[in-house]
Nanobody
């Protein structure tokens, strides 16, 4: 059974940090690009960050550039999202997803075939 399992979410004060993990089960993650997405209450899901299969190329949405870092450890079948200098507007459910198809932009949802269940990130004092 193919799965992506996120972990590492929680409650943090503004300015704090969290590291999210996305672990692949049932497939070889090193063959795939992985994206991180988030959905804030009452808002549509948005793309946050993307990494290619080797980790050599990354992309970030403008609102997180300089604060978030995506990385991967293929030996551990895990992709990470290090989030620093967190702001209240970073609050939401964070999902990782496997990109299986070419075409569209970095965060075109139709290009992703498996999604994790999500992990809640709450930034509040």
């Amino acid at each position: 059974q193919l799965e992506l399992v996120e972990s590492g979410g929680g409650l943090v004060q503004p300015g704090g940090s969290l590291r999210l993990s996305c672990t692949a089960i049932g497939f070889t993650v090193e063959h795939y690009e992985i994206g991180w997405f988030r959905q804030a209450p009452g808002k549509e899901r948005e793309g946050v960050s993307w990494i290619d299969s080797t980790g050599g190329r990354t992309h970030y949405t403008n609102s997180v550039k300089g604060r978030f870092t995506i990385s991967r450890d293929n030996a551990k079948s895990t992709v990470y999202l290090q989030m620093n200098s967190l702001k209240s507007e970073d609050t939401g459910v964070y999902y990782c997803a496997r990109r299986a198809y070419a075409g569209g932009g970095y965060y075109y949802s139709g290009a992703y075939d498996y999604w994790g269940q999500g992990t809640q990130v709450t930034v509040s004092s």
